[in-house]
């Protein structure tokens, strides 16, 4: 089925948007989408057709609306990281989980819902997918190649439902040490798996993108399918 905005509360009353794609069943378990620093893109939209083809209602809400609502870049020009850079550094991360937390929220009670919610995020959304995991009540959640994890280990212990992450050890984004930093920190929490891929390099699951590798995107996205099967059927 096609996809379609639709308008979504913040915490503080006021209204956002996001992209919902639905299953052919028209019902299912719910999966927010959590974008990279180019908002709603095509890629976010493929991801959520993706998952709604495996069934699930997907909504990738639109995390800078309050910087500025509908952005949509890609990586191909320098002009448009740029402007991806800046609105990255003015994102408020605290407040872009709790407008996860509402769109997380809104989809689980929404009608065709099943009532079981999850998230999946990528680069800035992969950070916000541990956040998430952390501070709402997900029932199973899973980030690509996150930013920022490692200056974050001490939520790590409110993690309960399982948490699934996807590490490129090539990425210059969380170099080594930040990547040894983050398996340390999360190693005793039993509810945490965490997957390494060699010679990969950050957003190697984005499609089109410079360092998209098709192999190392199947198997991470195989497994994340497996995962959210187990946990949100």
């Known amino acids: 089925m096609p996809g379609?905005?639709?308008?979504?509360?913040?915490?503080?009353?006021?209204?956002?948007?996001?992209?919902?794609?639905?299953?052919?069943?028209?019902?299912?378990?719910?999966?927010?989408?959590?974008?990279?620093?180019?908002?709603?893109?095509?890629?976010?939209?493929?991801?959520?057709?993706?998952?709604?083809?495996?069934?699930?209602?997907?909504?990738?809400?639109?995390?800078?609306w309050r910087q500025q609502p509908g952005i949509e870049l890609s990586d191909m020009t320098e002009a448009e990281w740029g402007r991806a850079f800046a609105l990255y550094q003015g994102f408020d991360m605290d407040q872009g989980v709790a407008d996860a937390g509402a769109a997380l929220e809104q989809l689980r009670g929404s009608d065709g819902c099943s009532g079981k919610a999850g998230a999946v995020g990528y680069c800035l959304g992969g950070m916000l997918a541990y956040l998430v995991a952390a501070r709402t009540k997900a029932d199973a959640s899973v980030g690509y190649y996150g930013v920022g994890m490692q200056d974050a280990l001490g939520e790590a212990g409110n993690i309960s439902a399982p948490h699934m992450m996807h590490l490129a050890e090539l990425d210059k984004f969380c170099p080594p040490e930040a990547q040894s930093a983050i398996k340390d920190g999360l190693a005793a929490n039993t509810s945490v798996t965490i997957h390494s891929y060699p010679n990969v390099d950050h957003a190697f699951a984005r499609t089109g993108g410079e360092h998209f590798d098709a192999a190392a995107a199947n198997e991470a996205n195989t497994r994340t399918a497996e995962f959210f099967a187990q946990n949100l059927a």
Do not use: W
């Open 4 to 64: 379609k905005m639709i308008e979504i509360k913040a915490p503080d009353g006021a209204s956002f948007q996001g992209f919902l794609a639905t299953p052919e069943a028209g019902s299912g378990a719910g999966v927010i989408v959590l974008q990279e620093i180019f908002g709603i893109n095509y890629f976010m939209r493929e991801t959520c057709h993706r998952l709604a083809a495996q069934g699930y209602m997907a909504l990738c809400p639109d995390l800078f």
